[in-house]
């Protein structure tokens, strides 16, 4: 069974125990504390509906009886909220019943939460070993304060507002307009009411685990000009649902647009709505929203050494790839043989020149991907207990004759019948059984993973987890022009699948977001008449006949004739950098790609792969 590494199993971002744990062992150890003058205690006589604060899970206990190794002393993660009391009374009362949650934290896992009502510990001082900013309503920020909380934000320091935190009008303070999504506040509705909420990114970490839709308790709700979809930099997490409208009695929105919950990509920050009265805390989807904005706050990302750029390189092609731009190599293909008890190996001495290649790159992986389309007997096989424990012994005798890092199975696909393959209702079943079988015969250390259709369907994910170190989800030949066959969000052009919608059916279907990569095309998806043999992307840039387009909406390019026919979509520098951007945001196990020859003679997209997940630089504007 695969075992993840402490850090690793942080990162899933299941419980706040667990997350914050891990931040604050990874937090440099530091000493100064917050002046107990400009602290408030909580108040005793806080009566607020709050439900409870999530309760945090015991630490794992160790995999081995051994004496435990002194703990080395760590600084605790520190949260520190401002708020004003002299405040109306109703974002007073939201602020204290926010002190009396987020005080359920305090003391776990060396998690420190304080408050405090008074502005002047907005000094450098007093925030150089705080983790995160929280600012429960309306503070009053002198010049100097400001100036401080400015600089804090801009050297990576985090912020959580709600409501009137960001209560600032036209001029009134340019650098938070900004900060805030180029937005000031422009209204309110009224009365307070409760308000059915529509969670707009589910994938995202703020939102995970929230109900698509929840009913928020009664809060006047706060109007922001201009439009927040305006700026490319903001991610909009959720927004009062439309049935919602018109919204209010004395005051009334109509029908519109109203976020209530973003992040701005450009700080690392997220700004709630809610905030108006005793009751903000007493339901539980708000709460795990809450929660969830917190843990996300303090996660520190992926770690680098974690990522992975997987390139799958074919036995016909005669190239020998450059390691410099991939982690892992998956050489396709090997089959199941004719007597569905063994392996084929397709060019078996070009696959031993790829292993060569780690002789010049000593951390390169490199996995033998049995199947492929078109490639069956895998439903014969995994139908026999014997001819599956035969398979998957050879398996092992593969990854050791050939020096291998591990096995790819890229079955297409359980269940479905293909053209000359066979099927059975059992092979969802059975393909379970393979992994475990497979994973058993495995030498220690090596790697066991698959490439997924688009769709998530035929495997169960949830079954496999423990088996399979992390899948390859194949987010491309989704549709044929005039669609996008790997467009990144849903458009008029992305027909019935986008890789976003891909990926929430994979993590819907129960495997963890942080161990699926997202696959890549290195070629365009082409109509009948279109140039045949040039549909690589090294040969399709350099038609110059057709006008090249750009979706804003997908985020991917495509090509047009000279009558305005949809007749290549593809992906570019451009929209790999979208993809990289949203595997780093959403906290993805990195990038695959078919087929590392489809490339450019410069090497540009397997070079934007990697700048974009491991360096985080990439071309998107």
């Known amino acids: 069974m695969t075992i993840m590494n402490t850090r690793s199993i942080f990162l899933l971002v299941i419980s706040t125990a667990s997350l914050l744990t891990s931040y604050a062992q990874s937090s440099p150890a530091t000493t100064a504390a917050v002046s107990p003058a400009t602290t408030a205690a909580v108040s005793p006589a806080t009566t607020a509906a709050v439900a409870p604060a999530p309760a945090l899970a015991p630490a794992p206990a160790p995999a081995l009886a051994l004496a435990p190794a002194p703990a080395p002393a760590v600084a605790p993660?520190?949260?520190?909220?401002?708020?004003?009391?002299?405040?109306?009374?109703?974002?007073?009362?939201?602020a204290e019943s926010a002190v009396s949650f987020f005080s359920g934290f305090n003391g776990s896992r060396n998690l420190s939460f304080e408050s405090t009502t008074d502005p002047a510990a907005m000094d450098k001082e007093g925030l150089k070993d705080v983790d995160v900013i929280m600012m429960l309503n309306h503070v009053p920020l002198d010049k100097k304060q400001r100036k401080v909380f400015e600089e804090y934000m801009e050297n990576g320091g985090r912020w959580m507002g709600f409501h009137k935190s960001a209560l600032?009008?036209?001029?009134?303070?340019?650098?938070?307009?900004?900060?805030?999504?180029?937005?000031?506040?422009?209204?309110?509705?009224?009365?307070?009411?409760?308000?059915?909420i529509q969670i707009e990114d589910p994938l995202h970490p703020v939102c995970r685990g929230v109900p698509e839709r929840f009913t928020a308790p009664a809060n006047e709700w706060y109007r922001f000009s201009p439009g927040l979809r305006e700026n490319p930099a903001v991610q909009v997490l959720a927004s009062v649902a439309a049935e919602s409208f018109p919204l209010g009695i004395s005051r009334v929105f109509v029908s519109e647009d109203l976020p209530i919950a973003w992040a701005n990509r450009q700080y690392r920050m997220v700004y709630l709505?809610?905030?108006?009265?005793?009751?903000?805390?007493?339901?539980?989807?708000?709460?795990?929203?809450?929660?969830?904005?917190?843990?996300?706050?303090?996660?520190?990302?992926?770690p680098v050494e974690e990522k992975v750029a997987v390139a799958y390189v074919t036995s016909w092609k005669a190239a020998i790839p450059d390691p410099a731009f991939v982690t892992h190599i998956n050489y396709a293909f090997g089959?199941?043989?004719?007597?569905?008890?063994?392996?084929?190996?397709?060019?078996?001495?070009?696959?031993?020149?790829?292993?060569?290649?780690?002789?010049?790159?000593?951390?390169?992986?490199v996995l033998l991907s049995i199947g492929g389309w078109g490639s069956g007997r895998f439903s014969e096989m995994v139908a026999s207990e014997t001819y599956r424990a035969s398979f998957a012994c050879d398996c092992g005798r593969v990854v050791k004759e050939f020096g291998l890092d591990g096995i790819d199975i890229d079955w297409e696909y359980p269940t479905n019948q293909g053209p000359g393959i066979s099927h059975a209702p059992e092979d969802t079943r059975n393909f379970t059984f393979l992994m475990r079988d497979i994973r058993k015969q495995l030498p220690n250390g090596m790697l066991l993973t698959l490439a997924s259709a688009a769709s998530g369907k035929f495997i169960d994910f949830k079954a496999i987890t423990g088996y399979v170190d992390f899948v390859n989800i194949m987010t491309y030949d989704i549709s044929l022009p005039p669609f996008h066959h790997s467009g990144l969000y849903p458009s008029s052009m992305t027909g019935n699948l986008s890789c976003y919608e891909s990926v929430l059916a994979h993590v819907r279907a129960g495997f963890p977001l942080d161990r699926l990569v997202l696959g890549i095309p290195f070629y365009g998806k082409t109509s009948p008449d279109f140039p045949q043999g040039m549909g690589s992307y090294g040969k399709l840039i350099q038609l110059e006949e057709f006008e090249k387009c750009w979706d804003d909406i997908a985020k991917g390019p495509y090509l047009k004739d000279s009558n305005g026919k949809i007749v290549c979509t593809y992906d570019n520098p451009r929209s790999i950098g979208y993809k990289s951007r949203f595997i780093n945001d959403y906290g993805m196990k990195g990038a695959m790609y078919w087929e590392y020859e489809g490339d450019d003679r410069e090497g540009s997209l397997r070079k934007a792969v990697f700048e974009g997940v491991f360096e985080g630089v990439f071309e998107a504007e």
């Open 77 to 94: 993660v520190r949260i520190l909220a401002f708020y004003n009391p002299q405040e109306d009374p109703s974002h007073v009362a939201f």
């Open 273 to 302: 709505n809610m905030g108006h009265g005793s009751n903000g805390f007493s339901d539980a989807s708000q709460n795990l929203l809450f929660t969830n904005a917190l843990q996300w706050l303090l996660a520190t990302g992926m």
């Open 335 to 365: 089959h199941v043989n004719e007597t569905f008890d063994g392996v084929i190996v397709d060019n078996p001495d070009r696959l031993r020149q790829i292993v060569a290649l780690k002789k010049q790159k000593p951390s390169l992986k």
């Open 168 to 196: 600032y009008r036209e001029g009134e303070w340019p650098w938070f307009t900004r900060f805030l999504g180029g937005v000031v506040f422009a209204d309110y509705n009224w009365p307070p009411l409760p308000t059915p």
